[in-house]
């Protein structure tokens, strides 16, 4: 591997543990953050890593910023998108601006950003995007249905771009996590088969370097979400987050 890593979310502990993991074989990490985020630790972490300002609730600014960074920092190897919010959903319950901001960030800047990446990636002839999805989204539970109708959109959306890619030279990978324990999920109970940032970000490396399309995080939970499709749904209105 070789040219550059871009992050978009130069916050996220996953995206942060992707980029120290393909440090060594790339010539530059790039970490986009809203203006304003101190990124000075996550810099450091890196050992080497430039920082550039990315507001992804801009969807305007989408397509002239990723032009700028591959302008600036060359060829795009692996963008990751790393960005995100969880939100509070009993507030989103009733708080139809709360509600509709989640899905904005977790689905609608989701497929701006991706749509661009997708356009600059084709016509640079190479490049892999990394999407990170959630267990979250495969069967919507009603105990955080605004974030997992989210992500069960851009699941679909990275699905239908992966198979439009083919051929194309540019790879997706789609990341289906499960509970991870870490900065967003402070002071929630951890889910059983729970993982840590760190475990995501070896998954996700291994296989973006098989070119696979798709991993879950931990493995266990593909057969354990097929058979909770199969729940009738008065079992699973009652499941937990």
Avoid: C
């Avoid at 892999?128 to 959109?153: E, M, Q, T």
């Amino acid at each position: 591997m070789s040219g550059t890593v871009l992050v978009l979310g130069g916050r996220s502990e996953i995206g942060l543990a992707v980029a120290q993991r393909l440090a060594g074989d790339h010539d530059k990490i790039v970490l986009a953050a809203r203006p304003g985020s101190d990124l000075t630790a996550a810099v450091a972490t890196l050992g080497k890593a430039e920082t550039v300002d990315f507001d992804a609730d801009d969807l305007a600014a989408h397509g002239p910023f990723l032009e700028q960074v591959q302008a600036e920092h060359g060829p795009l190897d692996v963008i990751v998108l790393a960005f995100g919010i969880l939100g509070d959903q009993a507030r989103a319950e009733t708080d139809a601006t709360h509600a509709a901001a989640i899905v904005h960030t977790d689905y609608v800047a989701q497929v701006g950003v991706l749509t661009h990446a997708a356009n600059l990636l084709r016509a640079q002839g190479h490049g892999s995007l990394v999407v990170f999805s959630s267990v979250a989204g495969i069967r919507v539970r009603r105990a955080n249905y605004v974030y997992g109708s989210a992500k069960a959109g851009l699941d679909g959306f990275a699905s239908g771009l992966a198979d439009a890619l083919h051929g194309s030279g540019v790879h997706l990978l789609l990341v289906r996590p499960g509970f991870v324990i870490g900065r967003m999920t402070e002071g929630m109970s951890p889910a059983p088969f729970s993982s840590t940032p760190d475990q995501v970000a070896d998954a996700t490396v291994a296989a973006l370097r098989k070119r696979r399309g798709v991993v879950w995080v931990p493995g266990v939970l593909r057969p354990v979400f097929f058979a909770m499709r199969l729940l009738p749904r008065a079992v699973w209105r009652r499941m937990p987050r």
